[in-house]
């Protein structure tokens, strides 16, 4: 399945003529963060053809931190019959390194990140557990590393995908017109 893909810098010039419909597929954690002032937020969890289109019609653009997560969400859409998708070619971090105007909000620990944090605790946990405990507390650490293997190999991850559903990546929040409406009812357009 092929997925189209657009420039940050050919998204700025279509932000700039006019309604873009730009879905942010990360967490809402990640998105108060930083995001592209015209995006909204819909985590790739929670997306669903039917609630991509509001209002605006031409493609849909969708945008994650790095490109992965984006293209993700262009095959769950394009496997559901929606056809005109298009993944932002390298995310955020591609649009916010080509100078490109950004929102920051408060600071969060990335979905990556907590990957990273969790498998590591997981692996020395099992390390420790079975050379202190019982030699079947190995079977952590190598499940952890079979588990890492197949979303090398699958550009899916379990984990990743289970951290994402924590509440503290599940905070309250919604873009309307480049402002972030935080949970204490403070706006942020910086």
């Known amino acids: 399945m092929t997925v189209a893909t657009i420039t940050p810098r050919e998204l700025a010039e279509l932000c700039a003529r006019g309604d873009v419909n730009l879905i942010d597929v990360r967490t809402p954690a990640e998105f108060r963060e930083i995001h592209i002032p015209a995006a909204r937020n ?3 969890s929670d997306l669903r053809p039917d609630a991509c289109s509001p209002g605006v019609g031409g493609p849909v653009y969708l945008v994650c931190r790095s490109g992965g997560r984006g293209r993700q969400a262009c095959e769950k859409l394009l496997a559901a019959g929606r056809a005109d998708v298009v ?8 649009w916010e390194h080509s100078g490109l105007p950004v929102v920051r909000g408060k600071k969060s620990i990335s979905l ?4 990273r944090i969790a498998a590591g605790s997981l692996v020395l946990l099992g390390c420790g557990l079975g050379w202190r405990v019982h030699a079947g ?6 499940f952890i ?3 890492l293997v197949f979303a090398g190999v699958t550009d899916t991850c379990g984990m990743g995908m289970l951290l994402a559903r924590a509440p503290w990546n599940r905070a309250r ?3 309307t017109n480049g402002a972030v409406k935080m949970d204490d009812n403070r706006s942020s357009t910086s």
């Open 112 to 115: 990556e990140r907590q990957v």
């Open 87 to 94: 993944n932002v070619d390298g995310g955020t971090l591609a």
């Open 145 to 147: 590393g079979a588990g």
């Open 173 to 175: 929040t919604c873009a």
């Open 42 to 44: 819909i985590p790739l």
């Open 137 to 142: 507390f190995f079977a952590v650490p190598a």
